[in-house]
């Protein structure tokens, strides 16, 4: 709901607070007082096109600002939130617009400057501005729509939630079943693809850490020779060589003497004691060595054969990882490449632990993947199946909205008629005419269009062709109050609602409005006392002496403010009595008909 709406610079308001309340608000005023000003001011502030021209001669710039509550959690303030502007602490959203004498326009949205086409789209969840230059959100088809759509109750809204979740699921469904049919051939060339790779890994069997304990074979067994001499050379070092005929130049030999010469003494002093016992430890321990030393000499053995075979499955296990392994060409399964684990500090730096593993995690996912790629002409044939039981559903579901929709189409255009003919328009007609699409969107399969026969022999047009712009808002006064509570606006603003109407049907057009204001915020600017006197709240547009207007133009009235005013505008004399005396008399109608059911 607006609060408040600041106008400066704008045509000839130089300053003007309009402060709205809820319920029906008007505005009068003298002719030329600027309250057609009022109404330009809305359509600026809701994304309106920004005509220089309308800037006040004299001012740089033309501003509007308004403060309005919303829902926190709402629509409005999400899209606003999207932008970069905020609520203020107490709920209360601050939009405005300015217009630069040169053509420039801004727009800004909860204290965030914001692109103008914002607040067109804020727009149509917070106001409907009916005036002869302004844009109608009921002349938009879709919303249309979804007002007659609310019009027709709550089984429609059971139907609709149905089809869209039909719709929904076959949309859905649908591409699902065009993905899979139109890349079946090159699914088809990826499970080849992917079982060659894994009959190629199967036909090796690797074993994760394989090729680690290779590389080390192929080492030893490579260096056969080498590693059988060191070894001997060491063992005769330590034992010595029993075909050599030396004796004593080996460690175990030295060690012994060493042994003997202490063994004699070590009894008379223990740091000597020690020494000797360690004496006899590493004697000990060069003997163990010497045997290990003659082990191994005895299993290192040239085997040129058995490094044929290593070198041959190094080989074969490295085009696999190659091939298959962290960052091989064929290592992407469906777009995602293969993984391996992290080294860890045990590697020997060469890191084949981890890309066996990779070959061996792109088999288990590659297999996955064939499994999923096989299963396509068992998934296309229940998609196909769905598709067409979904479409069925659609189908159905669409001629029961549409039955549903003329049949509310049919009432609403009773309803409006017969408004119509209270509104000073008794030979209008205006007819809900429903077309289908080319196929079914999410709302339905039906296209709707409000026309307007505005006397008879006229031809049935599009609203917005069918009437003046005296009549269009009278034709859009009698829709929102068929339509009330349907569409979700909650603020309406009319201009020259009233033009070309006086006597009873300005009573009627006070009427109605009094109504629709029972569920929404309305605000009219109007010329009519009688249409006046319903309005729960009066401003009036003051203007100075020279002809502008004051930053105190705008003026809530009071009970006897609003006699005099109605007088005015009855009689053309505030004063008058008798004028005064019609406009007490007016005032206690309207309450009287705005109290009833």
């Given at each position: ?48 096109r ?89 002349l ?14 709550p ?44 009959t ?37 070092a ?8 030396m ?31 360690r ?15 003659a ?91 769905e ?11 669409a ?12 009432r ?32 339905g ?6 026309r ?29 109050v ?41 605000v009219?600017?109007?010329h ?5 006197a ?64």
């Amino acid at each position: 709901m607006l609060e408040e709406v600041r106008i400066s610079g704008l045509g000839v308001i130089e300053d003007a607070l309009l402060e709205l309340s809820p319920g029906f608000t008007a505005l009068t005023g003298e002719t030329g007082a600027g309250k057609t000003m009022v109404v330009t001011g809305f359509g600026l502030l809701f994304g309106g096109r920004a005509d220089p021209a309308r800037v006040r001669p004299g001012a740089q710039r033309a501003s509007v600002e308004g403060r309005l509550r919303t829902d926190p959690d709402g629509p409005v303030a999400r899209q606003v939130a999207e932008a970069g502007g905020e609520l203020d602490e107490d709920g209360t959203l601050v939009l405005s617009r300015t217009v630069s004498a040169e053509g420039r326009s801004r727009a800004f949205a909860g204290g965030a400057s914001v692109p103008v086409a914002l607040l067109t789209y804020l727009a149509d969840d917070l106001v409907a501005v009916h005036g002869q230059a302004d844009q109608q959100q009921l002349l938009k088809p879709g919303r249309q729509r979804e007002a007659l759509d609310r019009y027709a109750g709550p089984e429609l809204a059971v139907v609709l939630a149905d089809y869209q979740r039909a719709f929904g699921r076959h949309r859905t469904v649908r591409g699902d079943l065009e993905t899979l049919t139109s890349q079946a051939r090159a699914r088809a060339a990826e499970a080849g693809a992917l079982r060659a790779g894994l009959t190629e890994i199967e036909k090796l069997q690797p074993v994760a850490g394989e090729d680690a304990a290779l590389r080390a074979e192929e080492d030893r067994l490579a260096n056969a020779d080498a590693l059988h001499a060191a070894a001997v050379a060491a063992h005769e070092a330590l034992l010595g060589d029993p075909t050599a005929g030396m004796d004593g130049a080996d460690a175990v030999t030295l060690l012994g003497h060493a042994r003997q010469a202490l063994e004699g003494a070590r009894r008379h002093d223990a740091q000597l004691d020690g020494v000797a016992g360690r004496l006899s430890e590493a004697a000990y321990l060069v003997s163990d060595l010497a045997a290990e030393l003659a082990s191994y000499i005895q299993s290192v053995d040239a085997d040129p054969a058995r490094l044929a075979v290593v070198q041959e499955r190094r080989a074969a296990l490295t085009r696999l990882i190659r091939a298959y392994g962290a960052g091989g060409m064929a290592s992407f399964i469906n777009g995602e490449p293969a993984t391996a684990p992290a080294p860890s500090a045990a590697d020997d730096g060469a890191g084949e632990s981890d890309d066996i593993a990779a070959v061996l995690d792109w088999a288990r996912r590659a297999a996955g993947r064939v499994a999923e790629l096989d299963t396509d002409d068992d998934t296309i044939a229940a998609l196909t199946a769905e598709e067409a039981e979904l479409a069925g559903q659609v189908s159905a579901l669409a001629a029961r909205l549409s039955g549903l929709r003329r049949a509310a189409a049919s009432r609403f255009a009773g309803d409006v008629t017969t408004e119509l003919a209270a509104l000073a328009m008794p030979h209008a007609r205006i007819s809900a005419v429903l077309s289908q699409l080319d196929e079914p969107g999410p709302q339905g399969i039906d296209d709707l269009e409000i026309r307007l026969a505005a006397h008879p022999g006229a031809p049935s047009l599009p609203l917005h062709k069918g009437a003046s712009g005296g009549e269009l808002s009278r034709v859009m006064l009698a829709i929102e109050v068929v339509f009330a509570g349907a569409d979700p606006v909650p603020t309406f603003v009319f201009d020259e609602v009233d033009a070309g109407v006086g006597g009873k049907a300005a009573v009627e057009v006070g009427r109605r409005l009094a109504r629709l204001a029972r569920l929404a915020q309305v605000v009219v600017v109007t010329h009519l006392a009688q249409v006046a006197a319903f309005a729960d709240n009066h401003l009036v547009v003051a203007r100075a002496d020279d002809g502008r207007i004051t930053s105190s133009g705008v003026v809530r009235l009071d009970h006897a403010g609003r006699v005099r005013e109605l007088s005015r505008m009855l009689a053309g004399l505030e004063d008058s009595e008798f004028g005064q005396a019609h406009a007490a008399e007016l005032l206690a109608m309207a309450a009287e008909q705005a109290a009833r059911p």
